[in-house]
């Protein structure tokens, strides 16, 4: 038990209220795919998540630096012993209403989007690319924030500009892709490609604020480098391999999920602490 007042609930988390413009995120076992909550949690994964991005928010800070923003951490030891390594002390912010997301590989939505219509939303792309293909830069392409339940959707630069205002949006685009190139070049010294990932700010007095999670199996795709393959659906250290489990289950996505066989829980734990284990140098313990 926490003994502190419940903020709010997650897919994933659960945020407290811990006083003096903080709060206490926990990150539970919990999984979601395709929108639901699925009922089987995945061992280790909640403090896979936060030791990931705590490390990742250390490897970000100078890209942070260079833009005056900063991020949301206050402590990753300051926390109730209960949830010791699952929990992290950070500032409250006033989330923005939209997802960062930077790609860099064709993949998943974006796939299908760009065989449609040659781009992803307002970003043309070159022809000629399959599943998996290494895009000429990385993009900027945002999507909304939908409550529980619903559908995050992809949306136009310009409607980030309607949300935000201008010189917020192009502040948001830069800084996207800026912490993504970062991050790629950190993975790809660790062997792994980070074809794609999301971000999410907030502001404070100080300005633009990075929060949530960072460069986590759960917000990002991570392949290995030496598997990459274009035209092929890639081997994965996230949660794609669930979505392609319970694609092949032929679950409809409308009725409540299915129970994960133990084989795909013990699989998916090997996944994320690989991209932990990769990707920090460090054992997970």
Do not use: N
Request: with cysteine; net charge negative; charged share 25%.
């Amino acid at each position: 038990m926490i003994d502190l007042p419940l903020v709010a609930r997650g897919k994933v988390r659960e945020a407290y209220d811990a006083g003096d413009d903080r709060l206490l995120l926990v990150a539970s076992d919990r999984i979601s795919a395709y929108d639901s909550v699925l009922p089987t949690p995945i061992p280790d994964k909640g403090r896979v998540l936060t030791q990931l991005s705590v490390w990742w928010f250390d490897q970000l800070a100078p890209v942070l630096s260079d833009f005056g923003a900063t991020h949301h951490l206050v402590s990753a030891s300051d926390v109730p012993p209960s949830v010791a390594g699952r929990a992290i002390l950070v500032r409250r912010l006033e989330m923005l209403p939209v997802e960062c997301v930077a790609r860099g590989y064709l993949s998943g939505s974006g796939t299908v989007e760009y065989q449609r219509t040659g781009s992803i939303r307002d970003v043309p792309l070159p022809a000629g690319l399959v599943e998996g293909s290494r895009l000429p830069e990385p993009v900027f392409t945002p999507s909304t924030k939908a409550e529980q339940g619903a559908h995050d959707e992809a949306i136009s630069f310009a409607r980030v500009v309607e949300l935000v205002g201008a010189e917020r949006a192009d502040e948001l685009r830069e800084l996207t892709l800026a912490l993504y190139r970062r991050g790629a070049e950190i993975a790809h010294d660790a062997g792994i490609v980070l074809a794609d990932t999301k971000f999410e700010f907030g502001v404070d007095a100080s300005g633009l604020v990075l929060g949530d999670e960072v460069l986590t199996p759960d917000s990002s795709r991570f392949w290995p480098a030496t598997l990459w393959s274009p035209g092929d659906v890639q081997p994965s250290f996230d949660k794609q391999y669930v979505r392609d489990w319970l694609t092949a289950s032929g679950w409809d996505r409308v009725s409540p999920p299915p129970e994960l066989p133990a084989d795909v829980v013990a699989a998916t734990r090997e996944r994320y602490v690989t991209a932990y284990e990769r990707l920090t140098g460090r054992s997970f313990t």
